[in-house]
C-alpha cells in the first residue's frame, strides 16, 4: 500500500512541477508568425556602428551623407530588416550608434549595411554580433509610429 502511494504522490509532483513551466498566456500562432522558439526567442545580428576612417570637412557632404542614413534607417524598418536604431552618448570608444538587424547571421547582415550612405562613405565603420533577443521585438515599431512627435 506505501509503494503505490509514494508513486502517485511522485507523479503528482511531476506534473505540478511540469504543469508550473507552462504559460498559461501562450499564443502558437502569434509565436508562429514572429518566428520565435520555445522560449519566445530568436537570434538577431547586433551592429555596434563607430566612426569610421573617412574624414569629411565639407559640412553639406556630410549632412547629406547623413540624411541617407537616416532615409536608409526608415526604409530598413519599414522592410522589417531592421529592429532597432538608435545612438549612443559620446563614450571613449567611438561608438556612435546601435542597429538590431532580423537576421539570423551576420553574413546576411553584412550586404545590408553597406546600403547605407554613411557606411558605404567609410564615416561610420561597424562591428557585428550575433544576439539572441525576444522574437516579439518587432511589435514595438507601430507603437514607435504613434508616439513619434517629430521625426528625425
Known sequence: MK???LLLTLICMVLITKAQNVNINYNK???DSLGADEYGMKP???VILKTG?????DKKKLDSI??????NIVRLAQKGDLIVAGPLKKNDKTYRGIFILN??????????????????SGVLDFELYQWYGSAAL????PFSEKIEKTKP
Not at 547623413?66 to 532615409?71: I, P, S, V
Not at 518587432?138 to 515599431?141: D, K, R, V
Open 44 to 46: 538577431y545580428v547586433l
Open 103 to 120: 537576421f539570423k547571421t551576420i553574413d546576411e547582415a553584412k550586404p545590408v549595411l553597406n546600403t547605407d550612405p554613411a557606411v558605404s
Open 53 to 57: 576612417t573617412t574624414k569629411i570637412d
Open 3 to 5: 509503494k503505490p502511494l
Open 66 to 71: 547623413f540624411r541617407g542614413h537616416l532615409n
Open 29 to 31: 500562432a502569434l509565436a
Open 138 to 141: 518587432p511589435m514595438y515599431l
